[in-house]
């Protein structure tokens, strides 16, 4: 009786926070975890770690921390594997793991974690046009929440521009060393320098930055219909892991054939992998895939601009960065078409609610002038059969 009471109170407590609560709070989250991600991946990378090893370690990883409860939760709810769905996880896992995260790598490695996360906030321009196009997102220009997600989708983008495309002057300085400084030596500091690019093709880190976030708006917005035929999230989760494990070792065989490039050389590059493979792929990949099924594929994507401010504040912390004015008015923008764009979600609910709300009392007229009409034809037809007996 004791475990039954509190698994009650459990659910009471969880029915208790609203579920658009609970969304933007993993949301939020999961843009902090994204933002660490990119720091320490410009760290194993310039440390020397493989570009094609490090995502495989970083799949196992998740595969392993989501499949128990993957094979634990989901077992009433998990459809039958069959030839179909194994095709569709391995396409997700094409588009979602293998170009998303190696497009991500060759993009970062030629560039930097600010410009990275700048140009990712292209990301719910994109999702939105592919999910308007294949009509999974409503768009209706002629109603004010239509007019609010593509004004605030614009928004976003020109913030992001102007952070990529105009720099200004200096608006604030770090007065006191970055964390870096503090705790490595200037050899140290020199090869983990984040921001440094120097030496790289910043016109081609650009170009696989953009196929990245290609690759990335179309996997949030595929697996929206995949989900409605396979409902289990985690599961879902952990057969693109698979599958991406596997598409990664099969571009190793060709790319990467030094056994060295294998081996772990330093603390830097385990915290790495591991905060790659448990925070960045394990977790956030079942934070991601719930808000997608209860929030849809533009919600998650719009709150992409946040992780933005976060990494240009890690990047202060960590770095000694300093602010300009670009950062500070794209900062502002991309802040005003998050807004938009959430404001214009809400509002297209509350046109559903209205209408529902209008359509459920013509439903029940029409639901009752059929009752009455069937039950005058139920009584009219025993008169009918007794003046004709009677006749």
């Known amino acids: 009786m004791a475990d039954t009471d509190s698994s009650v109170t459990i659910k009471r407590m969880r029915c208790s926070i609203p579920e658009k609560f609970q969304l933007h709070i ?27 090893v490090f995502p495989v370690y970083r799949n196992i990883l998740a595969l392993l921390l989501l499949l128990p409860f993957a094979y634990f939760f989901e077992k009433k709810e998990r459809p039958p594997l069959t030839w179909s769905f194994s095709l569709q996880f391995f396409l997700m896992a094409i588009v979602g ?42 768009v209706r220009i002629n109603r004010k929440d239509g007019i609010a997600k593509v004004v605030g989708t614009l928004f976003c983008v020109a913030g992001a521009s102007v952070i990529t495309l105009y720099k200004g002057p200096t608006i604030y300085s770090p007065s006191s060393k970055s964390l870096i400084q503090e705790t490595s030596p200037s050899t140290m500091l020199h090869q983990l320098q984040l921001g440094d690019a120097a030496g790289k093709n910043w016109t081609l880190g650009c170009i696989y930055l953009i196929g990245h976030c290609l690759s990335w708006s179309g996997w949030l917005v595929l697996q929206k219909p995949v989900l409605k035929n396979y409902p289990a999230r985690l599961s879902f989760t952990s057969y693109q892991c698979f599958f991406g494990i596997i598409q990664f070792l099969i571009i190793a065989a060709f790319i990467e054939r030094d056994g060295q490039a294998w081996l772990i050389h330093s603390g830097s590059e385990l915290f790495s992998v591991f905060y790659a493979g448990v925070v960045a792929s394990g977790i956030a990949f079942a934070v991601q895939i719930w808000c997608i099924d209860r929030g849809g594929p533009v919600f998650v994507a719009v709150y992409q601009p946040v992780q933005t401010l976060v990494v240009a504040i890690m990047a202060s912390i960590a770095l000694g960065e300093q602010f300009y004015l670009g950062g500070i008015i794209g900062a502002v923008l991309i802040i005003i078409g998050l807004y938009l764009v ?19 009392p013509l439903a029940a007229d029409h639901a009752g002038i059929r009752a009455s009409t069937h039950i005058k034809s139920s009584l009219a037809q025993p008169l009918l059969s007794q003046s004709t007996e009677t006749v």
């Open 26 to 52: 993993a949301m939020l989250a999961l843009q902090f975890g994204y933002a660490g991600f990119h720091v320490v991946s410009r760290v194993a990378l310039n440390s020397g770690i493989s570009k094609v």
């Open 97 to 138: 793991i293998t170009a998303n995260q190696g497009f991500y790598l060759l993009g970062l490695d030629n560039t930097s974690p600010t410009f990275a996360s700048a140009i990712q906030n292209s990301v719910p321009a994109i999702t939105f046009l592919f999910a308007a196009l294949l009509r999974i997102e409503q």
């Open 342 to 360: 959430l404001w214009g979600k809400n509002e297209e609910h509350k046109f559903a609610k209205a209408a529902a709300a209008i359509q459920a």
